[in-house]
Each structure stands twice: as structure tokens, then as C-alpha cells.
């Protein structure tokens, strides 16, 4: 499904991308120019940054 029209991106392009460690929507927008033209993707594409990316374990120091 296209995700941004103004740029012809797919939903499967971006959770590869997200997958490879394009892990903001400013990295995406370099990689995959989403959101770039008129922004109406950009509510998506949030989405789709929420839903797929690698979370980080947050590590605590011991004091
Ligand atoms: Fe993505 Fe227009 S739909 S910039």
C-alpha cells in the first residue's frame, strides 16, 4: 500500500527501511523522501516508525 503518493513509497519500503536502522522520520525523509512534499504522509509514516521499530532496552546503571 502507498504510503507517501507524492513520492511513491510503499509501506513495505519503509518498514525495510526502518528495519535496516533508519530508525527517525528524518532519516526516513533523506532515505526514502517521504513527507518531503506535502507532509500528509507524515502522520503515517509516525505510525509506522511506532509500530516497527527496534526497541533498545534501556540499560540502568547500577549507583
Ligand atoms: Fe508524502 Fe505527500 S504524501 S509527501
Redesign the pocket.
Known sequence: MYV????AVTDKQIKSAISNGYCSRKDLNKCLG????????SPHVKQLLDEHRVQTPIMWAAA
Open positions: 507517501c503518493v507524492c513520492k517521504v513527507g518531503t512534499v506535502c507532509g500528509k504522509c
